[in-house]
């Protein structure tokens, strides 16, 4: 009978240790996903700031060229003027 109740305490003091190591994994799951949620929240801040600043660099590009293009014309017109 002693022999069973040991065995059984044996196999308590398992189940304790393989919970306490379970719920260290949890802890770790826990904390590895706020990090996980935390990088995604800055990539994505990130990600909206770029896409903001390219399609200002875009629309910055399309003033210059039309700007070029409204230069020149004048520079022609100008030149057709002095050539008269």
């Given at each position: 009978m002693e022999k069973i109740l040991k065995q059984i305490l044996a196999e308590l003091k398992e189940l304790k240790e393989g919970q306490s190591k379970m719920q260290l994994d949890i802890?770790?799951?826990?904390?590895?996903?706020k990090d996980t949620r935390e990088q995604t929240a800055d990539l994505t801040e990130f990600k909206t700031e770029?896409?903001?600043n390219i399609s200002d660099i875009?629309?910055?590009?399309?003033?210059?060229?039309?700007?070029?293009?409204?230069?020149?014309?004048?520079?022609?017109?100008?030149?057709?003027?002095?050539?008269?």
């Open positions: 802890s770790e799951i826990k904390t590895d996903g770029t896409s903001q875009k629309d910055t590009l399309k003033f210059l060229l039309h700007k070029e293009i409204e230069t020149e014309k004048e520079i022609y017109a100008l030149k057709q003027i002095k050539s008269k």
